[in-house]
């Protein structure tokens, strides 16, 4: 039988000694939330859950920006068995219609914001029957979070839930096509902030975090709340896009000692005239994940903050990152090595183990990885082959167990039938001064030969040509590898979690 367990309990219990330490703090209204308030408020909402007739395995649709009632809201539906599905809040109308179709929720959390881009869609979905806004005390057309906690005792509420069974859904990115729901368990919470959150990381109770990536997002959610919550530190959070005013903002006013962003966060912030000096700042650990970090972002921000950057990766299959840098240790242009707990494997094209240099398809076995993709029958049986979860991204290991990104398996290149990175040439480009972002795919030629194709943005106030970056990749690469044509553009397409959509380039070809 399993193990009778639930998540959110447990990350409650381990804060009962701190009741008074702040747990979260909003940074765009200066509001905070201690644990013992989280705890009441938690237990409120799984009332309120219970008082509308909300059955254990049924779905709430959660759409709410990064505030103070994210996580009352997320721990509060685990609390009660109801499975809440974190939808990503910049997505469309038509996005949101998706996932209440597809979920088949019962509920729906949305903050105020957002409540226009779901109302064409709330009187037609049939399984729909509850609709509860955020970020608000009262309205005259919908009942409030506000409300719903104001008219519920503080009556401790717990389901009778086991370890293996789902706790919560999140949507996959969709930076190969349509998004996914993701199946995790109630395990996989703790099995992430154990192995990543306090065993790479180091996480204390003094600490004090903020993650770029929102809480939707897989990556976000263990940063901000399982990680912190799991030995008791504080939390900022930003509900608007972090942009590089904004990050320096709350890494000056609330001095977090860990710093979780993104690549192309990274390469902003150090493109930013303003930004503050080391002394300003409190940081000991940033981390990246969403793509994998061009070296001389990392060399850049080591050498102005005196803090290295533990380049990662996760997926929202695996919840969280199975690969990474190590404090101390950090390779940069790798992604590290095997989170303790993990197991990785390089496979190639026929099935065979890939030897030391030899680039194949990442392959990992670990706890957290997710029960299925819900509704996609085909997918979970590609993507979850037994013990292995496949990563869909190509990877080659040296000698030392360090890993390097290639690329994902549907970007990778063909160049004279030799594999191709197209990463390595985005990489070569971005050690350019000019250069702020690039993506590689491959065109065909006049012949119907497939070479390498850049999309390239450039800093603000800088210039610089095709013929001049082309020379630069061939000194620093295999001549092969050069970009035959280059286009420079004002942006690249990316998901909302920051992932280059590279599909949508080779689709404008």
Sequence with gaps: MPTPYNAAQDLLQRNTQRPNKTAFIDAATGQSLSYGQLTTQAHQFAQALRAQGLAPESRLLVAVLDTLEWPVIFLGAMLAGVVPVAANTLLTGKDFEF????????????????????????????????????GVERLESNRTVAQELSAQAATPFIADTSSDEPAFWLYSSGSTGTPKGTVHLHSHLMETARLYGQGVLGLQESDVVYSAAKLFFAYGLGNALTFPMSVGATTVLLPSRPTPTDVFGVLKTYQPTIFYGVPTLFAALLADPKRPARSELNLRICTSAGEALPAEIGRQWTALYDCDILD????????????SNRPGQVRYGTTGVPVPG??????????????????????????????????????TKTTFAGEWTRSGD????????????????????????????????????????AVLEAAVIGVADGDGLVKPKAFVVLKAGFAATADELQAHVKNQLAPYKYPRWIAFVSELPKTATGKIQRFKLRASQ
Aim: glycine share 12%; aromatic share 10%; with cysteine.
């Design 342 to 379: 993990y197991r990785m494997r390089i496979v190639g094209d026929e099935g065979q183990t890939c030897g030391p240099g030899e680039i194949g398809e990442l392959q990992i076995n670990g706890p957290s990885a997710a029960l299925c993709y819900w509704n996609n029958r085909d997918k």
């Design 99 to 134: 996932m209440l179709r597809d979920s088949r929720a019962q509920a729906l959390v949305v903050s105020h914001a957002l409540l226009p881009a779901f109302a064409p869609w709330v009187g037609s979905v049939a399984s729909l029957r509850t609709v509860w806004v955020a």
């Design 394 to 433: 190509k990877y080659t290991v040296d000698a030392d167990g360090y890993y390097t990104y290639s690329g994902r398996t549907d970007d990778m290149l063909k160049v004279g039938g030799i594999y191709v990175s197209p990463f390595e040439v985005e990489a070569s480009l971005m050690t350019h001064g």
């Design 312 to 323: 990662g990766i996760g997926s929202t299959e695996m919840l969280h990152i199975f690969l």
